[in-house]
C-alpha cells in the first residue's frame, strides 16, 4: 500500500510539471556556463526536472547499494555466529554424552 501511494503521488506531480510545462511556452533566454541560449521554457522546465529526477534517484540508489552490502556482510556475519552456536552446542551434547557413559560405568563398577 505504501508503494501504491508514492506511485500515485509521483503521477499527480508529474501531471502538474506536465500542465505546468505546457503553460508557459514562451522562449526565454538561458545562460550556461559557456554561453547563453534560447529555448522554449518548456524545454527548460521539463529539462530542469528531469536532470532534479536523476540526480535524486542517483543519491538514492547510492544509498541503496550501501544498504545492501551492509545487509549481505551482516548476514554473513550472523550465519557465522549460528554456525560456530551449532557446534558449540553439538560439541556440548557430545561432552555430556561421554560424562554420562563414564558416570554409568562408574557406578557398574561399584
Known amino acids: 500500500m505504501k508503494g501504491q501511494s508514492y506511485l500515485i503521488l509521483a503521477l499527480i506531480f508529474a501531471l502538474i510539471i ?6 508557459n511556452v514562451d522562449p526565454v533566454q538561458v545562460n550556461f556556463l559557456f554561453g547563453t541560449g534560447e529555448a ?12 532534479g529526477g536523476l540526480a535524486t534517484a542517483s543519491v538514492g540508489a547510492v544509498r541503496y547499494f550501501k544498504l545492501k552490502r551492509e545487509n549481505r556482510k ?7 555466529k549460528d554456525q560456530e552456536q551449532k557446534e558449540f552446542q ?14 554409568n ?4 563398577n561399584v
Do not use: C, K, M
Open 90 to 103: 553439538s560439541g556440548s551434547i557430545e561432552e555430556d554424552t561421554r560424562t554420562d557413559d563414564a558416570e
Open 74 to 80: 551482516l548476514h554473513q556475519q550472523l550465519s557465522a
Open 105 to 108: 560405568s562408574a557406578s557398574e
Open 40 to 51: 522554449p521554457l518548456i524545454l527548460v522546465i521539463l529539462l530542469s526536472v528531469l536532470l
Open 18 to 23: 506536465a500542465i505546468f510545462a505546457v503553460i
